[in-house]
């Protein structure tokens, strides 16, 4: 089976204040994306496709020629990124693993572990979630009877759904073929007018199995949004790896 990894790295990342793309940014010794292009190489990914866009010739430039490159001409959402990978990926067969690129914490163990939920609970698409305290501006996981409804994103949650502490660390698993054929029921009616990825969920929910899985170790979720995240996150690394 076939195993594709999908890193979406075309953002901006207008609060790092910074005039490199987001994913170039240095997480300690080298740009946030190579971390987790390092952890797909050390997994079970056979495949991986990095999505570009915001000056793209940086990107290409840190990252080697075992990834392809597909490009997001315009920032329309997640669901578009990884929309503009699809010709890059040359069967649909197997699995997807998609990545937003600024989780450098990621490790191949992890991986690993969610490939091996998704195919042995026999799902469609797998999300991994986790529970906070304060989930502040992450979309909601909303489930009904326990089973995953939907992801509502933070600018579109009404305040029922705020109050919700489950929440969508932006890493899925999917059945390839079904991925595609379910991007092109997304739609762009939202606050942000963007194409989300998350719509997946309410999508492929009606026919296909979806679930969801909280990982172990869920500081290897943390996103890098500004630099206190980014030094938050340099520092649990330090930590766990002692550099």
Not at 89 to 102: A, H, Q, R, T, V
Not at 123 to 132: A, G, K
């Amino acid at each position: 089976m076939l195993k594709h990894a999908i890193i979406l790295a075309a953002g901006k990342g207008t609060r790092m204040h910074t005039e490199l793309p987001k994913c170039a940014y240095p997480f300690l010794d080298k740009p946030m994306v190579s971390y987790i292009v390092d952890a797909c190489k050390e997994s079970e990914i056979d495949e991986i496709v990095v999505v570009v866009g915001f000056k793209k010739e940086v990107l290409i430039n840190v990252l080697d020629e075992s990834c392809k490159i597909a490009v997001q001409t315009e920032q329309l959402g997640t669901g578009h990124a990884v929309m503009a990978a699809e010709g890059s990926i040359e069967s649909k067969e197997g699995i997807c693993l998609i990545f937003p690129g600024d989780m450098p914490l990621i490790d191949s163990k992890s991986i690993n572990k969610l490939i091996e939920k998704h195919l042995n609970d026999h799902n469609d698409l797998t999300v991994v979630t986790t529970i906070v305290d304060d989930p502040a501006r992450y979309g909601r996981i909303y489930r009904e009877n326990g089973i995953i409804k939907k992801i509502v994103e933070y600018k579109d949650c009404n305040p029922e759904q705020l109050l919700i502490k489950e929440i969508n660390s932006g890493l899925f698993c999917v059945n390839t073929k079904l991925l595609f054929e379910g991007l092109k029921e997304v739609k762009n009616i939202n606050a942000q007018n963007e194409y989300y990825l998350t719509d997946l969920v309410e999508i492929l929910g009606r026919n296909y199995k979806v679930d969801s899985y909280v990982l172990e170790d869920d500081f290897i979720l943390t996103g890098i949004n500004d630099m206190e995240s980014l030094e938050k996150a340099e520092a649990i690394y330090k930590e766990r790896y002692k550099k």
